[in-house]
């Protein structure tokens, strides 16, 4: 593989050029001609999938529909609900055009979909034999970024999902707040095998308009932390304004209690910037589109039909157990060259066929994620294909665990924060008396906010790092995308 | 059920009136806040999901991948090929505005994605190795709709997919073209139990910026043509201005051939327009997310015990049986009750299990499309199930194509075509010059326009039906939504 074609810079030399190559090079996006968007190219697309149908299955299997609202809000809807709107003001796009008339009553292109689904809510629910209502809309939203873009981090518009429920009780809510949040925590650790940190979002930090945010945190190898998802309890914050009201079974009229909640696809870019290497992508062998790339190796005629029954016969039954198989019969290109392409695309397990394969009864394993090559006799193919895919699934899982481990410094003295924020990065994790003061103080003199109030009550050590006062909980701080 | 929760005119009396009606009150839409915009709601999600999810499969085992573009795009970009942005640009939106800035080139809500699309492929595609380009996409497009709209046949957003495609050769497009109108018809005559007219549009009706297009017409019970789906030869009109070259296996650098198609959620409205009753919706079973729907009846404290066992157990074995079962066990509401709702709703096949039927070893069937009701044995219950549906399926095709003919009249006498679009509406197959001024007189004098130039080789009867003058096809004239 030339040069400009397999990634040029290392990984823990220049973390964000080697980002950015990655995800260029490896195809999974590229560069949109309006500033701050991106295409999502099919093997980025394919990934996507992947996460879609997993959170699609789980949220069908607890009672939650899909829907389709328009991506157009009109600005008195919009404005109905006042924080939230002065949250989202200065990113919204706004169509003031339509052919060549002005349009009276502007429309913003949603930056999410709150006011537009509440309205029609307040039209739906009457009784609360409405109830719950739990939708979620597949769709992509958009907000124009002032900051610099990054894809898949931060764009003008991302793919994402945004569930919308209302129940009876303010308890309910709040369980579906939570069990969504675990939801997610699963997918983002036992698919994605990225570890987080689950807790609450700080006041400053919670979604506009939110009573409370839950949220979950991963750690990137530039010490930076990323948030993968948030579920927010919206308590009557919305149902108010919006007027969404339902007789009870006691025959009283009462607002409902809200939850939503979203993940995007900044779950591809953890993804890439957790497991990814010098030579490229990794990919987790449950999301990936491809387990397994099979390339077949003959340089003499009288090697093709042999090598190319085997590598049919090797295919089938690894399909037939269930794996997603690709044969890269193209025969424009070399077999070394193949080799780099699948491992700039990341597929965590490339079988070569040779002529020599045949004559040996096996074929030759190699992982991705270790480059470690194994010769496997033919019958035992199917056990270890899929015992290998476990394995890398389980180890980049840990190999992520343990960065993890490596960048949470615990502290309760502030020269020491201040020292580990500006020249390691990572988690701080220390006891903080949760006053606003404090957390603006910190983030203007370290850049560090709180990311996480772990759920996990953990016990508190010392009295609150800033101010020195008594401490109420156990919070994580770091710089983050 | 009340009156206003039925609907209240009769399909044949009120047909405008009966349509939005159905698609109001079996919850399949809202309307949207901002005018000509709807919402999808869960019911008509799920069809739509459906659609999308044969097509998918479909598309996918023939080489196909998904990619997503942008939804913004810089007016410079659909500037490039003129005709086409002539075509788009009374009813594009603009985006002149981000939070408080003006945007300088001022952004599309996308139309199409021809030209955003193909600005990417100007730069993905260098050689003959990186042909055949077979993408499609899942998203929604926005054209501000000036004449009045009708809920999935013209919104002003609307959800769909659009596939773009690039070829090393004439041919290859043109096959693309072909086989993916097929894919349509088969989708839409064997899924969705609707017979179409396969054919050639006019140069008068054919998208703009195609070398041609070819169609798939459905005939509505009020006589009107609608448009099913859309599959296009671009020939190399877009490659040309969007500079989509390729180095071709001799070396010769040349522009690629290209083929555009697309089906949107129009296909919903056609399924209610065309099945739907008095008594609201008729889902052919291939597309119904719900095949079979169990009411339990009990009125008494010791029957629940008995009848929710058995309905429990047969749910068990139609749902093994690959089958969608729905148990309405809403205690609020009356068996009556559901019976309506979901007749409202569309739902194929009902199953009633009473007491009686539980000391009678059976259940009561119940057909959506003929009312018919059947008392079942409970050791034919799967095998009786999926026979009624797929009756249900063969006959609703049946009830269709009987309609279509009704509704096709073949005339040589213009008097004769007049009368009968004024009076009855249907298609009218008559052969034609195929001369554009013939085309525009008959639109002016009668509303009507051609809607396909059908592929099936019929045998020219007679001259023009316009000018007299020599015919070159059989053509089939129809007023149309």
Same mark, same amino acid.
């Given at each position: 593989?030339?040069?400009?074609?397999?990634?040029?810079?290392?990984?823990?030399?220049?973390?964000?050029?080697?980002?950015?190559?990655?995800?260029?090079?490896?195809?999974?996006?590229?560069?949109? $001609?309006?500033?701050?968007?991106?295409?999502?190219?099919?093997?980025?697309?394919?990934?996507?999938?992947?996460?879609?149908? /997993?959170?699609?299955?789980?949220?069908?299997?607890?009672?939650?529909?899909?829907? /389709?609202?328009?991506?157009?809000?009109?600005?008195?809807?919009?404005?109905?609900?006042?924080?939230?709107?002065?949250?989202?003001?200065?990113?919204?796009?706004?169509?003031?055009?339509?052919?060549?008339?002005?349009?009276?009553?502007?429309?913003?292109?949603?930056?999410?979909?709150?006011?537009?689904?509440?309205?029609?809510? $307040?039209?739906?629910?009457?009784?609360?034999?409405?109830?719950?209502?739990?939708?979620?809309?597949?769709?992509?939203?958009?907000?124009?970024?002032?900051?610099?873009?990054?894809?898949?981090?931060?764009?003008?518009?991302?793919?994402?999902?945004?569930?919308?429920?209302?129940?009876? !009780?303010?308890?309910?809510?709040?369980?579906?707040?939570?069990?969504?949040?675990?939801?997610?925590?699963?997918?983002?650790?036992?698919?994605?095998?990225?570890?987080?940190?689950?807790?609450?979002?700080?006041?400053?930090?919670?979604?506009?308009?939110?009573? /409370?945010?839950?949220?979950?945190?991963?750690?990137?190898? +530039?010490?930076?932390?990323?948030?993968?998802?948030?579920?927010?309890?919206?308590?009557?914050?919305?149902?108010?304004?919006?007027?969404?009201?339902?007789?009870?079974?006691?025959?009283?009229?009462?607002?409902?209690?809200?939850? $939503?909640?979203?993940?995007?696809?900044?779950?591809?870019?953890?993804?890439?910037?957790?497991?990814?290497? +010098?030579?490229?992508?990794?990919?987790?062998?449950?999301? !990936?589109?491809?387990?397994?790339?099979?390339?077949?190796?003959? /340089?003499?005629?009288? +090697?093709?039909?042999?090598?190319?029954?085997?590598?049919? +016969?090797?295919?089938?039954?690894?399909?037939?157990?269930?794996?997603?198989?690709?044969?890269?019969?193209?025969?424009?290109? !070399?077999?070394?060259?193949?080799?780099?392409?699948?491992?700039?695309?990341?597929?965590?397990?490339?079988?070569?066929?040779?002529?020599?394969?045949?004559?040996?009864?096996?074929?030759?394993?190699?992982?991705?994620?270790?480059?470690?090559?194994?010769?496997?006799?033919?019958?035992?193919?199917?056990?270890?294909?899929?015992?290998?895919?476990?394995?890398?699934?389980?180890?980049?899982?840990?190999?992520?665990?343990?960065?993890?481990?490596?960048?949470?410094?615990?502290?309760?003295?502030?020269?020491?924060?201040?020292?580990?924020?500006?020249?390691?990065?990572?988690?701080?994790? !220390?006891?903080?008396?949760?006053?606003?003061?404090?957390?603006?103080?910190?983030?203007?003199?370290?850049?560090?906010?709180?990311?996480?109030?772990?759920?996990?009550?953990?016990?508190?050590?010392?009295?609150?790092?800033?101010?020195?006062?008594?401490?109420?909980?156990?919070?994580?701080?770091?710089? $983050?995308?």
């Amino acid at each position: 593989m030339s040069k400009e074609i397999g990634i040029t810079v290392k990984k823990n030399e220049d973390f964000s050029e080697w980002y950015t190559q990655v995800v260029l090079k490896s195809e999974l996006i590229d560069y949109a $001609s309006a500033k701050g968007f991106i295409v999502l190219r099919p093997h980025g697309y394919a990934i996507w999938e992947k996460i879609k149908d /997993y959170i699609d299955r789980r949220i069908k299997e607890t009672g939650h529909r899909n829907a /389709y609202f328009p991506a157009l809000i009109p600005e008195s809807l919009l404005k109905k609900e006042g924080e939230h709107f002065q949250g989202f003001i200065p990113e919204v796009f706004w169509v003031t055009q339509a052919g060549d008339r002005k349009i009276g009553d502007k429309l913003a292109l949603r930056p999410t979909s709150e006011t537009i689904a509440y309205d029609s809510y $307040s039209k739906w629910i009457r009784s609360w034999r409405d109830l719950p209502l739990l939708l979620n809309f597949w769709n992509s939203v958009m907000r124009a970024e002032i900051k610099s873009t990054k894809p898949f981090i931060r764009t003008s518009e991302f793919l994402w999902q945004e569930g919308h429920t209302a129940h009876e !009780t303010q308890e309910e809510a709040e369980k579906e707040v939570r069990s969504i949040l675990e939801m997610y925590r699963q997918l983002i650790e036992e698919e994605l095998a990225i570890p987080v940190i689950t807790g609450f979002k700080s006041d400053k930090e919670k979604f506009v308009g939110a009573v /409370y945010t839950t949220t979950l945190e991963g750690m990137m190898p +530039d010490g930076m932390a990323l948030q993968m998802g948030t579920s927010h309890n919206l308590g009557q914050n919305f149902s108010r304004p919006f007027e969404i009201r339902f007789i009870g079974r006691e025959k009283q009229e009462q607002f409902v209690w809200q939850a $939503s909640w979203g993940v995007s696809w900044r779950l591809i870019g953890a993804v890439i910037m957790v497991h990814g290497d +010098d030579k490229g992508l990794i990919l987790p062998p449950r999301v !990936t589109p491809i387990h397994v790339v099979i390339v077949p190796i003959h /340089y003499k005629t009288e +090697d093709i039909e042999p090598v190319v029954g085997k590598v049919k +016969d090797l295919a089938g039954r690894l399909k037939q157990a269930g794996l997603t198989v690709h044969i890269d019969d193209r025969d424009q290109y !070399t077999p070394g060259w193949k080799f780099h392409d699948w491992e700039l695309k990341g597929i965590p397990l490339r079988i070569e066929v040779g002529p020599r394969d045949v004559s040996g009864g096996g074929a030759m394993f190699v992982r991705r994620d270790t480059g470690e090559k194994v010769f496997i006799k033919d019958g035992e193919a199917v056990e270890k294909a899929s015992g290998l895919l476990e394995d890398i699934q389980r180890s980049l899982f840990e190999r992520a665990k343990e960065m993890q481990k490596r960048y949470t410094f615990t502290t309760e003295n502030y020269e020491e924060f201040k020292k580990r924020i500006k020249e390691e990065g990572g988690f701080v994790r !220390t006891s903080f008396c949760l006053k606003r003061e404090c957390e603006d103080k910190i983030k203007e003199e370290t850049g560090a906010d709180i990311r996480v109030i772990p759920f996990k009550d953990e016990e508190i050590f010392g009295r609150c790092i800033y101010c020195g006062e008594e401490a109420k909980k156990v919070v994580y701080f770091a710089k $983050s995308y």
